[in-house]
């Protein structure tokens, strides 16, 4: 069975929306290494809405590093407000009853399924019971605004399954579903 994995950088009051807008000073050698080891072995990256339409208007026409992995890396966009995904190379759409497609996709043969953003997404996964692996990068910084990861009062209990502090100060968290 396929994993799917998180990652996501968040600040100390939850917010993980516009981390251009916060996260740079923060960023190192030490989280560059997380990172890419959360990228490793990825064969297929699941996205929601929001973070499909940011990186399909930025990564198809990319010259950054990154640019070769993001566009032939299979995606799987979860909306069921899109009618299309064909803006960005091996993108599939994802629609219809959340549990049912995202069980069948984590069924398929394959590695591990990565996911970059995507918080309402995320939170949703969480719920259902369906991410295998949350890595929350938490900056030691109060945006005081925006998008948090858990806003909508639902509980899901998680156990810490490892941590690392950096010199940034950013702590590492990573979790797995208690079940």
Known sequence: MRKIVSGLFISLDGVVEAPDQWHFPYFDDEMGNAVQAMMDGTEAML???????????????????????????????????????????????????????????????????????????????????LLDELHLLLHPIVVGSGKRLFGDGAQAPLRLTGSQTFASGVLHLTYAPTV
């Open 47 to 129: 996205l929601g809405r929001r973070t499909y339409e940011e990186f399909a208007s930025y990564w198809p026409t990319s010259t950054d590093d990154l640019a070769g992995y993001m566009n032939d890396t299979p995606k799987y966009v979860v909306s069921n407000t899109l009618t299309s995904v064909t803006e960005w190379q091996n993108s599939t759409l994802v629609t219809g009853d959340l549990v049912k497609e995202i069980s069948r996709l984590k069924e398929q043969p394959g590695g591990k399924i990565s996911m970059s953003g995507s918080g309402t997404l995320v939170s949703s996964l969480v719920r259902e019971g």
